[in-house]
Every structure is written in C-alpha cells, then in structure tokens.
C-alpha cells in the first residue's frame, strides 16, 4: 500500500516539474531570438495573422485576444518578459507563454510545447 502512495506522490511530483522542462524552447540553430523590445516592437497594437487563420490581438493597454479560424475568440491580458517571453493569462484562468524568433526574415511563434507557428507576412 505504502509502496504504490510513493509511486503516485513520485509520478505527480514529476509531473509538476513539467512546465519547468515545457520552457526548454525548440529553438533552432538559424532562429534569431526576439529580445524585449524586439517582441514589444513586433507585437504592441498588432494583429499577427497565423497561417491557420487564427488572429492574436496585442494592445498597446495589455489586453490579449486570439480569434480562431471558426470565430470564437479568447480574451485575456499579455506580458513581455525582460527575456522576451510572452505570457497570457486568459479570463477562463488558463495560461501560457511564447516566444517569438525570426527565421529566414519570418516572425515565428513557439510554444512551450516546441510547436512552431509562423506569422503571415
């Protein structure tokens, strides 16, 4: 009985420790990371058009929304971080962060999940 509660304290401890490792960014060798001002510049008061046709709206007050391809939109608030990392923190109390790099001149967008969106022209 002990044995299996220090096998789920140990797997819920490794879990927790996830989002630590999650912000291990998939940078690649040719990626020109955005510093802060770098994102503030490329991101304040702008609409950045993804290639799924999702929008993120960046107001100059700190106000976030993403519209998805199908309409519906989440709302929350953004930071810049002084590394360039941006975290959202939606009104329905989720949460992420992303980073911004340039590669072969396009805006690109990772997650914290290593995913890679690039921003349309």
Same mark, same amino acid.
Do not use: H
């Given at each position: 009985?002990?044995?299996?509660?220090?096998?789920?304290? *140990?797997?819920? =401890?490794? $879990?927790? !420790?996830?989002?630590?490792?999650?912000?291990?960014?998939?940078?690649? #060798?040719?990626?020109? @990371? *955005?510093?802060? =001002?770098? $994102?503030? !510049?490329?991101?304040?008061?702008?609409?950045?058009?993804?290639?799924? #046709?999702?929008?993120? @709206?960046?107001?100059?007050?700190?106000?976030?929304?993403?519209?998805?391809?199908?309409?519906?939109?989440?709302?929350?608030?953004?930071?810049? @971080?002084?590394?360039?990392?941006?975290?959202?923190?939606?009104?329905?109390?989720?949460?992420?962060?992303?980073?911004?790099?340039?590669?072969?001149?396009?805006?690109?967008?990772?997650?914290?999940?290593?995913?890679?969106?690039?921003?349309?022209?």
């Amino acid at each position: 009985m002990w044995r299996m509660i220090r096998i789920v304290l *140990l797997g819920l =401890a490794l $879990v927790s !420790a996830l989002p630590a490792a999650a912000q291990q960014w998939a940078f690649r #060798d040719t990626d020109a @990371r *955005l510093d802060r =001002a770098q $994102v503030r !510049a490329a991101t304040t008061g702008q609409t950045l058009v993804f290639y799924d #046709d999702g929008q993120s @709206r960046y107001s100059a007050g700190g106000s976030y929304s993403y519209t998805y391809a199908g309409g519906a939109t989440a709302y929350g608030r953004y930071e810049i @971080r002084q590394d360039g990392t941006v975290c959202i923190a939606f009104r329905n109390g989720f949460g992420r962060c992303d980073r911004y790099v340039r590669n072969a001149g396009r805006l690109i967008l990772l997650t914290e999940k290593g995913e890679r969106f690039p921003v349309r022209p």
